[in-house]
């Protein structure tokens, strides 16, 4: 759909003169579909996050793209990857600073060939990876170098389990 704009209109009194008006077309900013906010486990790249953008004057492929982190610290620009566009939809993969956790908002704008431009914010919210305790013994034992895993609190391996079985498997997991 193309949107006109009148350029102007000349009223003339007592003239039967006629003028024509030019009609032109004006350049509509490119669409992009939102995108939800985001949950990744810190040290870890997202999964594929799906980005749909169309234009009216300039295919996907040749829209300038813009991605801004507003948390450097937690997300830097440079960590953030858009792929190949297949159509109107590109996947956009983000990963996040070794470490660190909480929450920036992205900013994702495109601009057309006409210097037309849409922008589109979503929040990731980067989150501690819960690891099970069985994981995380199996952790310890295998990154401690030493024969036997660090010595552990057993009260507060028989909180984390679910019942009996689990933990003797913990247990056996350490002998």
């Not at 990963?95 to 057309?112: K, L, N, Y």
């Amino acid at each position: 759909m193309k949107t006109y704009i009148l350029l102007g209109v000349v009223l003339l009194t007592g003239c039967s003169d006629s003028y024509d008006v030019a009609d032109t077309p004006v350049n509509q900013a490119p669409t992009i579909t939102a995108v939800g906010d985001q949950s990744i486990s810190a040290n870890q790249a997202s999964d594929n996050i799906q980005v749909m953008v169309s234009d009216d004057s300039t295919i996907s492929q040749n829209l300038l793209v813009s991605i801004i982190s507003a948390d450097q610290n937690l997300i830097r620009d440079e960590d953030i990857q858009l792929g190949t566009f297949s159509g109107s939809l590109a996947n956009l993969v983000i990963t996040p600073v070794t470490g660190m956790i909480g929450t920036a908002v992205i900013a994702i704008s495109f601009t057309d060939e006409n210097n037309a431009s849409a922008t589109s914010n979503f929040n990731v919210t980067v989150v501690n990876q819960q690891l099970s305790a069985n994981d995380f013994i199996r952790s310890v034992y295998a990154n401690s170098g030493n024969s036997k895993p660090a010595s552990l609190d057993a009260i507060v391996l028989i909180q984390d389990v679910d019942d009996e079985n689990q933990f003797n498997d913990l247990i056996d997991a350490i002998r």
